[in-house]
C-alpha cells in the first residue's frame, strides 16, 4: 500500500509539475509521512523530479515544442544557484525544514489565487530591463530550485511569462528543460551526502514520469484551458489539505 500511494502521488505530482507547478508540496509530505526525514525526503523527491522531466523534455519535442539553445541558456543561469541551494538543503535542520515546507505551501495558494494576465503571443521581443530582471531571478530560481524544489514550477513560470514574455505552453516547454538541467547537480550532491532513499524515490519516479508525460501532451494540445484548469484543482486541493488537516 506504501508503494501505491507513492506511485499515485507521483502520477498526480508529475502531471501537476509540468502542467503548472507545486506537485512537490504533494509527494514531500508523503515521503515525510512515510517516516523520511527532511533532508532525506528532498533528495528522494529530486529522483522523481529528473524522470519526470526527462520525460517532459522528451514529450514536448515529440509534440514539436523545443527550442534547446534559449532553454540551455536559462538552464545553465539557475545552475550556480541550484548548487548553492542543495548544499544548503543539506544543512538544514529537520524542524525548519518541516517549517519552510508548510510555509511555503501557503505562499504557493497565494500565487495560485492572483488572477492571471491575459497569455501572450510569445512573439514579442524582450527589452534589455526585461533580460535584466530574467537572468538575476533565473538565478534565484536556482537557488530556490536546489534549496527546496517545492512550487518552483509557479516561479519559473511567472519568470519566464513576465520577463520572457512567452505563452504559456512555451513557458512550460522551457521550465522542464530547465529544471532537468539543474536538478542533476542538485541530485548529485543529495546522494553523495546520503539523502537519497533509492527504492522509494524510483517508484516515486515512475509515477512522476507517468504524469510528466501526459501533462507535456495535454499542454501542447489543450493550451491554456486545460493549464487554468489544473490550477483551480490544486488550489482547491492544497487549500483542502491545509484546513482538514
Known amino acids: 500500500m506504501m508503494f501505491v500511494l507513492l506511485f499515485l502521488t507521483g502520477i498526480t505530482a508529475g502531471f501537476i509539475n509540468v502542467m503548472a507547478g507545486g506537485g512537490s508540496t504533494l ?42 539553445k534559449t532553454s540551455a541558456k536559462y538552464a545553465l543561469i ?9 548544499f544548503a538543503a543539506i544543512q538544514l535542520d529537520d ?14 495558494i497565494a500565487t495560485l489565487a492572483i488572477p492571471k494576465p491575459k497569455e501572450k503571443s510569445g512573439n514579442e521581443e524582450i527589452t534589455l530591463k526585461n ?4 537572468y538575476t531571478s533565473l538565478f534565484g530560481a536556482g537557488f530556490y530550485g536546489g534549496f527546496i524544489q517545492a512550487g518552483v514550477g509557479f516561479i519559473l513560470m511567472a519568470i519566464l511569462f513576465y520577463f520572457g514574455n512567452l505563452n504559456l505552453i512555451k513557458v512550460n516547454m522551457h521550465k522542464v528543460f530547465i529544471v532537468f538541467v539543474y536538478t542533476v547537480p542538485a ?13 522509494l524515490g524510483l517508484v516515486l519516479a515512475m509515477g512522476n514520469g507517468i504524469g510528466g508525460w501526459i501533462a507535456a501532451r495535454l499542454s ?5 484551458k486545460i493549464i487554468r484548469f489544473v490550477l483551480i ?3 482547491i486541493g492544497m487549500a483542502a489539505k491545509l484546513v482538514l488537516f
Not at 541530485?187 to 527504492?199: A, R
Request: charged share 15%; glycine share 10%; hydrophobic share 60%.
Open 27 to 68: 509527494t514531500l509530505p508523503v515521503l515525510i509521512f512515510l517516516g523520511l526525514d527532511g533532508a532525506l525526503a528532498n533528495g528522494t523527491n529530486r529522483l522523481a523530479i529528473l524522470i519526470q522531466n526527462i520525460v517532459a523534455v522528451y514529450g514536448f519535442r515529440k509534440n514539436k515544442f523545443s527550442a534547446f
Open 78 to 86: 539557475t545552475l550556480p544557484g541550484a548548487v548553492l541551494g542543495a
Open 95 to 108: 524542524f525548519w525544514f518541516k517549517k519552510i515546507l508548510g510555509v511555503i505551501i501557503v505562499f504557493v
Open 131 to 134: 533580460k535584466i530582471f530574467l
Open 187 to 199: 541530485f548529485l550532491i543529495f546522494v553523495f551526502s546520503g539523502n537519497v532513499d533509492w527504492l
Open 220 to 224: 501542447v494540445k489543450r493550451g491554456e
Open 233 to 235: 484543482i490544486v488550489l
